[in-house]
Antibody
């Protein structure tokens, strides 16, 4: 069974760093792209970027380029999304999702990680 | 950048047919994917590549795509279909989501 399991909810202060994770199982982790999607409270889905764990090829949305870093450790089938300095506006639910190629649908999604940034 | 336009809300009577549109410049030349998101849950893929249903998605869900509009059609709408629906395409190696449509089943 394909699963994407994300790390738990986080509460951080502005300026702090954070790295959340997404662990894939039940499929060949290095053969699928893993994308990250933000959903701010009461808002829609926003694509942040995507990584191919097989060779670490990474693409970012222009809106998120330079704001976050996407990485992956294929040895443990885990992708990451990280911030070096959080802002209150980073408060959101973050989802990881799997895609076979860069034109295909996101067929499996993680359960989401809620990040709350507040002083 | 490429933009997708969806109505904010669509209402449908129980048992009737709901149609949710997704507008974009020459969207008919792209593959459109549709997701359903219920409150407090992660999105679920309901249609991929314009008109294909993943395993486990009822036949009541169908899709079409032509010209500047893609459409998700939900036949015999049920109370359980009440959710937010998002269309999505790829444009120059960038994923783009529509703003989402809230479907209300009356």
């Amino acid at each position: 069974e394909v699963q994407l399991v994300q790390s738990g909810a986080e509460v951080k202060k502005p300026g702090e760093s954070l790295k959340i994770s997404c662990k894939g199982s039940g499929y060949s982790f290095t053969s699928y792209w893993i994308g990250w999607v933000r959903q701010m409270p009461g808002k829609g889905l926003e694509w942040m970027g995507i990584i191919y764990p097989g060779d670490s090829d990474t693409r970012y949305s222009p809106s998120f380029q330079g704001q976050v870093t996407i990485s992956a450790d294929k040895s443990i089938s885990t992708a990451y999304l990280q911030w070096s300095s959080l802002k209150a506006s980073d408060t959101a639910m973050y989802y990881c999702a799997r895609s076979f190629v860069l034109t295909s649908a996101f067929d499996y999604w993680g359960q989401g990680t809620l990040v709350t940034v507040s002083s | 950048s490429y933009e997708l336009t969806q109505p904010l809300s669509v209402s449908v009577a129980l048992g009737q047919t709901a149609r949710i549109t997704c507008g974009g410049n020459n969207i008919g030349s792209k593959n459109v994917h549709w997701y359903q998101q219920k409150p407090g849950q992660a999105p679920v893929l309901v249609i991929y590549r314009d008109s294909n249903r993943p395993s486990g998605i009822p036949e009541r869900f169908s899709g079409s795509n032509s010209g500047n509009t893609a459409t998700l059609t939900i036949s015999r709408a049920q109370a359980g279909d009440e959710a937010d629906y998002y269309c999505q395409v790829w444009d120059s190696s960038t994923a783009v989501f529509g703003g989402g449509t809230k479907l209300t089943v009356l």
